[in-house]
């Protein structure tokens, strides 16, 4: 039976996920900072390739080539495909293209701007295959990834990081490591809306966490402060984004607060989708197919859109209830491991001009 494993580059985090036959029979994440240097990714894909086993044949997907270790993105992809296929050392390995589908490591440069953070198309590329309309909603412990799917197709309008910010279709807010003065301004506390710090004390990992919410195995990397993950210590580190010590206030004042980063950060994904439909109207009961860390939030973005809602779980198969949930954390990598089943592989030849993304 050939096997497949997807891996999804991260600039925090590597993802791999393992499908044989068409069943995923492996999954794992782990903390792949690469602003700390490329060892840190040498030495996740070891322990990765211990879980997961040999393949037939790797496929490749990535955003970590934004990472400031990189000159440049072209940069960042180049290294981060050659890096890989060094680790993996298999003879069949091929980098997702978006639109140009898979690509061996010879034609890597001649589809830079399709290979550098694609993996949001390979996800939603999968689910359009499966579903053929809705609302793809993947939630990750730093961005959100919002994709209209509309006749089997994806319906983007942006497919850079640039376009899709513009576009809405990319917001950068996750479910971890989100700093909080990036997700609101002020919030309610004591009666007052309080300004925040503008300093790194704290993340929305320490928001769910305090609020009970916090996925297990969602926020692999170092605490703001570098102290232990405790409610206790999510709290003081909560406090200080508003001057103030955490015995100022009870715990379920800091509870309180907590939801007000929730609601702010919620109305953030619930704007860009409100823009998203508004140029790709979806008919009433075209779902809301939610993924990755934050499916949670995805969940209850479809309440507030009066939606159905389709977890991207649902989707696959796997050999445990376990691995199904992890596919849905790891979604592109799983996406591009069963996207592979199809031969979308181009083969060494001229340069083809850049194409368009799917509409």
């Known amino acids: 039976m050939n096997s497949v ?3 999804d580059i991260g600039g925090a985090h590597l993802k791999g ?5 068409g069943v995923v029979t492996g999954a794992i994440q782990l903390p792949s900072p690469l602003w700390q240097g490329l060892e840190k990714l040498d030495a996740a894909f070891v322990k990765a390739c211990r879980k997961l086993g040999s393949a037939t044949h790797h496929v490749i997907t990535m ?16 290294t981060l495909a050659r890096r ?3 680790k993996l050392g298999c003879e069949k390995l091929t980098i997702y293209a978006g639109p140009s589908g898979f690509v061996p490591l010879v034609r890597v440069g001649d589809h830079i701007d399709e290979i550098a953070s694609a993996n949001w198309h390979a996800s939603a590329r999968f689910v359009a295959m499966r579903l053929g309309e809705g609302l793809f909603v993947d939630i990750g412990s730093t961005t959100t990834d919002i994709v209209a799917l509309g006749h089997g197709n994806v319906s983007a309008r942006g497919y850079t990081d640039a376009e899709r910010l513009e576009t809405g279709e990319l917001v950068y807010t996750g479910m971890a490591r989100s700093f909080l003065m990036a997700v609101a301004a002020r919030v ?12 790194y004390f704290a993340n929305m990992a ?24 405790s409610v206790e210590a999510s709290v003081a580190r909560l406090a200080r984004m508003l001057g103030v010590d955490a015995a100022e206030a009870s715990k379920e004042a800091w509870v309180e607060v907590a939801r007000a980063f929730r609601e702010a950060q919620l109305r953030t994904v619930h704007d860009a989708a409100m823009l998203v439909l508004s140029r790709d109207p979806l008919p009433p009961r075209a779902p809301i197919i939610g993924a990755g860390v934050g499916v949670k939030i995805a969940r209850m973005l479809a309440e507030r859109l009066e939606r159905p809602f389709i977890p991207f779980s649902r989707l696959v198969m796997a050999t445990s209830p376990r691995l199904r949930k992890l596919a849905c954390d790891c979604a592109p990598a799983a996406a591009i491991a069963l996207l592979a089943k199809a031969d979308f592989t181009i083969e060494p030849g001229p340069s083809p001009s850049k194409p368009s993304p799917d509409r």
């Open 5 to 7: 494993i997807g891996w």
């Open 17 to 21: 996920v393992r499908v044989d036959g």
């Open 63 to 78: 955003t970590g080539e934004l990472a400031d270790v990189f000159a440049s993105r072209s940069e960042g992809v180049q």
């Open 84 to 86: 890989a296929a060094e």
């Open 188 to 199: 309610p506390f004591r009666g007052s809306l309080i300004p925040l710090m503008n300093e």
């Open 206 to 229: 320490d928001v769910y966490r305090i609020l009970g919410e916090l996925p297990l195995g969602a926020d692999q990397q170092a605490t703001a402060d570098g102290r232990e993950k």
